[in-house]
């Protein structure tokens, strides 16, 4: 029998201790001050839900490189808006929230391919813009 090698998305509280998440291959990237946990599942952003399921938060597009199609979650504040990188056909950086779903934030040069974003605020996103997301 071969080892099972699957990540879990866990949390902790002093007041449970750790519980699991569940979702194959999921990770837990960065928690609200309300407590709703933005992550991924199985290469797809996605937020734990306050009925204990994820919710995936979709995929923008192709890659303009080729291979697999993906998501990440990389923040979330205390309105629920989530920020994150994705497959994009241009840019890669989102910004999902719950009343507009997923945007592509764009790029702030032209030809470039890839940008990232990583931290929000209130109303600010916090991100990369380059060849290779610097």
């Known amino acids: 029998m071969s080892p099972n090698f699957e990540s879990r998305a866990v949390v902790w509280t002093a007041e449970t201790g750790t519980t699991d998440l569940g979702g194959m291959n999921s990770r ?3 928690i609200n001050n309300r407590g709703v946990i933005a992550g991924e599942v199985q290469g797809q952003a996605a937020v734990w839900t306050d009925i204990g399921v994820w919710q995936e938060l979709g995929i923008l597009g192709d890659s303009p490189f080729g291979g697999p199609r993906f998501s990440s979650a990389g923040a979330i504040n205390d309105r629920g808006w ?21 945007e592509n934030l764009g790029h702030l040069h032209a030809g470039l391919d890839i940008s990232l974003s990583h931290a929000l605020a209130d109303q600010c996103v916090l991100g990369q813009d380059g060849p290779d997301g610097r």
């Open 28 to 30: 837990a990237i960065d």
């Open 82 to 102: 989530v920020v994150g990188t994705s497959t994009a056909p241009a840019g890669g950086a989102f910004l999902w929230t719950p009343e507009t779903g997923m």
